[in-house]
């Protein structure tokens, strides 16, 4: 004989399954993609946000990419990623009329070493050199042009530039001497110290623009501002873990680059001071990032740094982790 009360109170059970699935739903981390230009420490902040947790935490299941800089753009442009941890060239391309706007930065100058083969002393030696960058167009050449330019070279003229990509084949490229010198950043140029090779200049010491921060379009901040304001939040915070952190970023690097501790704290001390902690945009470098474009003509002289940069984002998600 059937129990009526058992059927009663399995039916009761089923109408609380559907509920019980749109909460699972809600509560289901966002698919993000994220490109990067290479796997060096320049992109410590989405390393630190991913290998700690903090994207997770916020909402997020993210996937950094390994794209160069102008197909980083397309992609973007296109829809194959979400964001571009490329600010410089998410404010370029900004500038040009594309419809992307930088929201945040994580570092406030750009800490690449330029490093020579033996022979050369200082970067004045470089004049008719070959010389080993990930990519044109990127903050890597921007920063190597300014800071060429400070001691009397001109990168178009003077030297010739060897687009390679990925830092780690740069530095095998370059100790096979197929270059005269590398423009990297830690570890890369820690190693490549340690080996005896000369330091000829330090990027950080002629040029302050944003180095590294996130971008994305229009529509997406138009449309997912919650999504952004996420994100946002799990950066901000991989930026406090990093200058608060140091046994923990160490960590982190030393995984990411395979290395030993000692190796990977030289490379945290080189860096850690460079780090924003909140996250902001600082505008005055991209006034200078802009000029540079401006001097080239390759944008117009009316753009101003509030045309490429959106700020709302980050002071909002400031706001919302309590306004620390």
């Known amino acids: 004989m059937i129990n009526t009360r058992v059927i009663a109170a399995f039916l009761f059970s089923l109408s609380f399954i559907p509920g019980l699935t749109r909460a699972q739903e809600k509560t289901a981390p966002d698919k993000v993609r994220i490109a990067i230009a290479t796997t060096s420490m320049a992109f410590l902040v989405p390393f630190v946000g991913k290998d700690r947790g903090f994207y997770l935490k916020h909402g997020s299941e993210v996937e950094l990419i390994v794209m160069r800089p102008n197909i980083a753009m397309a992609a973007l442009l296109g829809g194959d990623i979400d964001y571009a941890e490329l600010i410089g060239s998410v ?16 570092i406030k100058a750009p800490f690449f070493s330029i490093i020579g083969q033996n022979k050369y002393k200082s970067v004045k030696d470089l004049k008719g050199a070959v010389i080993g ?4 167009g990127g903050t890597n050449h921007v920063s190597t042009r300014m800071t060429l330019r400070q001691f009397g070279l001109d990168i178009d003229k003077d030297v010739k530039i060897l ?24 570890p890369f140029s820690v190693q490549l ?68 501790e000692k190796l990977a704290r030289e490379s945290y001390d080189v860096v850690v001071n460079a ?27 009316t753009i101003t740094p509030q045309m490429v940069v959106d700020p709302s984002l980050v002071d909002e998600a400031l706001k919302e982790l309590g306004g620390k």
Do not use: C
């Open 91 to 106: 404010i370029r391309s900004a500038a040009r009329n594309l419809p992307v706007r930088a929201i945040s930065t994580s």
């Open 133 to 136: 960058l990930t990519s044109i």
């Open 163 to 186: 687009a390679i990509g990925e830092e780690k084949l740069m530095v095998d490229t370059f100790k096979m001497g197929r270059v005269d010198a590398v423009v990297v950043a830690p």
């Open 193 to 260: 110290k340690r080996e005896g090779f000369p330091i000829l200049a330090q990027t950080a010491d002629h040029v302050v623009i944003p180095f590294s921060g996130l971008g994305t379009t229009i529509e997406r901040i138009k449309s997912n501002r919650a999504q952004i304001k996420r994100v946002l939040k799990a950066e901000i915070e991989a930026l406090r873990f990093i200058q608060d952190n140091a046994a923990g970023t160490t960590e982190v690097i030393r995984k990411r680059f395979n290395m030993d």
């Open 275 to 301: 780090f924003s902690r909140d996250g902001r945009v600082p505008l005055d470098g991209v006034d200078i990032l802009l000029q540079i474009e401006k001097d080239a003509k390759l944008i117009p002289a």
